[in-house]
């Protein structure tokens, strides 16, 4: 499975676009990069999934380069509430989905 | 509702005396895993299944116990737990086709060892 590596924290103003990039240097052929948000005490959530270019849902971007050697998860007008730990997970059906979360990247959002 | 439900959701127990916490979803969902997250150490997988009856380690499975004899079901078993298993638990699941890696996660279980 890939190694990831996020920024451990990033502070923001409520309004404000938020970049949070993950380096996946050993992505392989196969694998997917998903993002997920967590709340203290709370399971992760699932935010989005993106094998390369970009993709966006309701909540969320997520831009890939043609080499998918990283990867940046876009929030666009962060809230209050967008206070969170975020995770960038890589892997797929290579590695059999055993789920490898890292330290994840603590997101505060300043009024 | 489509949900992943985890029972108990707060145990306090002994050391050796044996456990069971449940996991159950109602998606029809082919992936399941178990997961322990404590402070400092982040979110790490006890073990995954990938189907009924197929079954596999994650990086942290020793003093765990899984099965799956139903798809929707996923029991993680402390045959004797010990104080350095208190942590929060949550149990996962996932569609294996499609979109691989969105796991929904349940509620969480914090378990006390003592």
């Known amino acids: 499975l890939a190694k990831t590596t996020q920024p451990i924290s990033m502070d923001s103003y409520e309004g404000q676009e938020v970049n949070i990039t993950c380096s996946h240097n050993n992505i392989a052929t196969n694998d997917y990069i998903t993002w997920y948000q967590q709340f203290p005490s709370q399971g992760p959530r699932f935010i989005i999934q993106?094998?390369?270019t970009k993709v966006t849902n309701e909540v969320a971007s997520l831009f890939i380069p043609a080499d998918r050697k990283s990867s940046t998860l876009s929030l666009p007008r962060v809230s209050l509430s967008d206070t969170a730990v975020y995770y960038c997970?890589?892997?797929?059906?290579?590695?059999?989905?055993?789920?490898?979360f890292g330290a994840g990247t603590r997101l505060f959002v300043k009024a | 509702e489509a949900q992943v439900t985890q029972n108990p959701r707060y145990l306090i127990t002994v050391t050796g005396k044996k456990l069971t916490v449940t996991c159950s979803q109602n998606?029809?969902?082919?992936?399941m895993s178990w997961y322990r997250q404590d402070p400092g150490l982040g979110l790490r997988q006890i073990y995954y299944s990938m189907n009924v009856e197929v079954t596999d380690k994650g990086d942290v499975p020793e003093g765990y116990k899984v099965s799956r004899k139903e798809k929707r079901n996923f029991p993680l078993i402390l045959e004797s737990p010990s104080p350095n298993q208190t942590s929060l638990y949550f149990c996962a699941s996932s569609l294996t086709e499609g979109a691989p890696y969105e796991q929904y996660f349940g509620p969480g279980t914090r378990l006390t060892v003592t």
């Open positions: 993106g094998y390369k």
């Open positions: 997970l890589v892997g797929g059906a290579t590695g059999g989905f055993k789920t490898i």
């Open positions: 998606m029809n969902h082919e992936y």
